[in-house]
């Protein structure tokens, strides 16, 4: 981010075409960037959700199998997301949040979460991709006044 935010200053400067486009190619390339990841996680949203279930699940039934032992993943995940145990808490009650009133069901919960915390990055990223448009408009348009003023010269 450096690099990029030093050619556009010194393209700025220096009035120079080159400096700019090339601050102009870095800009497309992270705007690409950009819509890429977007793309991608939109559509990987299930993918992900089912993945941390499935993690989820299989903390939840080691802990089944040997209560003994103790599963500090299973309490993490309890913690994180304020859950405790799927369809009932009773067989997990000693892993679930002191502070959580209730049973809340861990697979919805964990969907619940992850889609929206999903969808706030995905506006935090529509709005760095439009100041990222905004950026490649302005260095076009002074490129062409640096080009235009030169022609007048």
């Given at each position: 981010?450096?690099?990029?935010?030093?050619?556009?200053?010194?393209?700025?400067?220096?009035?120079?075409?080159?400096?700019?486009g090339?601050?102009?190619?870095?800009?497309?390339?992270?705007?690409?960037?950009?819509?890429?990841?977007?793309?991608?996680?939109f559509?990987?949203k299930?993918?992900?959700?089912?993945?941390?279930?499935?993690?989820?699940?299989?903390a939840?039934?080691?802990?089944l199998?040997?209560r003994?032992?103790?599963n500090?993943t299973?309490?993490?995940?309890?913690?994180t997301?304020?859950?405790?145990?799927?369809e009932?808490?009773?067989?997990?009650?000693?892993?679930?949040?002191?502070?959580l009133l209730?049973?809340?069901?861990?697979?919805?919960?964990?969907?619940?979460?992850?889609s929206?915390?999903l969808?706030?990055i995905?506006?935090v990223?529509i709005?760095?991709?439009?100041l990222?448009?905004?950026?490649?408009?302005f260095?076009?348009v002074?490129c062409?006044?640096?080009?235009?003023?030169r022609?007048v010269?």
């Open positions: 981010m450096m690099a990029v935010g030093f050619f556009g200053c010194c393209g700025a400067m220096r009035e120079s075409q080159c400096v700019l090339s601050f102009f190619t870095c800009l497309l390339v992270i705007f690409a960037a950009e819509v890429t990841t977007g793309v991608f996680a559509i990987g299930e993918v992900a959700v089912r993945h941390v279930q499935t993690m989820y699940e299989e939840y039934n080691d802990y199998r040997d003994e032992k103790g500090g299973l309490i993490t995940f309890h913690s997301f304020q859950c405790c145990g799927k009932s808490s009773e067989q997990v009650q000693l892993t679930c949040p002191k502070e209730g049973h809340k069901n861990c697979i919805e919960e964990i969907e619940t979460i992850i929206v915390k969808q706030l995905g506006i990223g709005g760095i991709a439009g990222t448009i905004f950026g490649m408009i260095s076009m002074l062409c006044a640096i080009r235009n003023s022609d010269i």
